[in-house]
């Protein structure tokens, strides 16, 4: 290997690179022993001169250096093809039979800055730092060689390429797409816009909760609120719900979901409407001074997009998740169960927990806790990277 340019660390930065968090910020960096280009490969030391890892360099970025490895490594395309195996290997013991998933996910499988999905025979692949955005086609590559996919697409439009200098980049990348892909979830037909629909196409990171909580709706009337694609009401339906009634702010998004459960012969059980969901549940919980609300729902799912991109906005976000179980509390009857998700990282499980009981003490409920939720195994968890985990949910069941 080439002599590679050092970024050296401030003193006391260390630790948390050995520990295994691949983010250096420039506040870290004490200085670089040569001049770097943006996007190289650079070998990362301590203050002393000891190495700790090799990593991709960018000076515009506040994250400097996104840390590959602890050793010196190659990034060409035997080394994506390793990291990418190894990615595929850990789906397949944990999601066996999946055929749809995450295949990497970024920081989770020590790539930090690419994710990769797969939506049966169609690949999507996000690049969301300089150094993986320049090595693409040795990517594209070894996903190739690994897959032999019918389509690879290209979903480049996260606001975090903004900070690596990086603009908008979507589309066909390989191979022939002609509409929608289909694809399987436990056993479900769902169509896929990879092209133009939600993130990568599809919210893969709750396919084993679709499945935990539709346990929890045999006989039941469910509410799915922000039900996007249906994932939720749909699996709920399958699982013996009496009805199921679907509701998302976007019309596209509630019309797709209806086309999934015309595909699933579940469409008898189902009802939908375009709604912001804030506005329906304010709707059928204001009453008159002497008037109650009555209770008709037995599962209530409330899986919204995030309500923070970041710290300071937490304040209001908490605020939104109150709001939306309070009035969901006040709409399920006794013994009926509130499943309810939290996508952002800046609201942990605790403090999204205490949310929920608050409103809980406003709407006089008592709830027990009757399951815990966390992301599927295709968003693997590293614990001393906490960005890793970010989603969490909860079902309560109403005492009284």
């Known amino acids: ?23 250096i910020y420039h506040g870290s960096v004490l200085r670089l022993t040569q001049p770097a280009a943006d996007g190289e490969l650079v070998q990362v030391k301590d203050h002393r001169q000891r190495f ?9 970025s506040k ?12 990034p060409n395309q035997a080394f994506f093809e390793e990291r990418i195996r190894a990615a595929l290997a850990l789906r397949q013991k944990h999601l066996p039979g999946a055929t749809s998933f995450r295949v990497v996910n970024a920081e989770s499988d020590f790539l930090s800055g690419l994710i990769v999905d797969k939506y049966e025979d169609v690949l999507v692949v996000q690049t969301s730092s300089l150094g993986m955005d320049q090595r693409k086609p040795m990517i594209l590559a ?23 200098g990086l603009a908008d980049a979507n589309g066909l990348l390989a191979g022939v797409l ?20 939600h993130k990568t196409g599809l919210y893969l990171d709750q396919q084993v909760n679709y499945r935990r ?47 999934n459960a015309a595909a699933n012969n579940l469409a008898e059980q189902c009802s939908s409407e375009a709604a912001n969901v804030f506005d329906w549940l304010k709707s059928h919980t204001v009453t008159t001074p002497h008037e109650k609300v009555v209770p008709r729902w037995d599962l209530i799912v409330l899986d919204p997009p995030s309500f923070t ?28 169960t509130l499943a309810t998700f939290c996508c952002s990282h800046h609201v ?31 968003h693997p968890i590293i614990p001393m990277i906490p960005e890793t985990e970010y989603l969490k949910g909860f079902a309560f069941e109403v005492v009284r």
């Open 52 to 60: 700790l890892g090799t990593g991709f360099y960018n000076s515009k």
């Open 63 to 74: 994250i400097n250096v996104r840390v590959l490895s602890l050793d010196r490594i190659e």
């Open 142 to 164: 070894a996903l190739q060689a690994i897959f032999g996919p019918r389509a690879i697409v290209e979903r480049n439009e996260v606001a975090s390429r903004k900070f690596e």
């Open 348 to 378: 942990d499980a605790g403090l999204f927990r205490d949310t929920l009981l608050s409103a809980a003490f406003d709407a006089r409920r008592i709830l027990r806790q009757v399951a815990t939720y966390s992301h599927s195994p295709d």
């Open 309 to 336: 991109r970041n710290r300071a906005s937490v304040p209001d976000a908490l605020r939104g998740y109150k709001e939306i179980h309070l009035r969901a509390l006040k709409l399920l009857k006794t013994g009926g």
């Open 178 to 197: 002609d509409g929608p892909v289909p694809i399987m979830l436990n056993g479900l037909r769902f169509e896929v816009d990879v092209l133009g629909g």
């Open 1 to 23: 290997m080439q002599s590679l340019p050092t970024v050296l660390l401030r003193p006391g930065e260390a630790d948390r690179i050995l520990a295994g968090h691949p983010w």
């Open 213 to 259: 909580v539709a346990e929890l709706a045999k006989g039941a009337q469910v509410l799915d609120c922000f039900s996007f694609h249906g994932g939720f009401g749909l699996h709920a339906a399958r699982a013996g719900a009496a009805h199921v009634h679907l509701i998302d702010q976007s019309a596209e998004a509630i019309a797709a979901a209806m086309r």
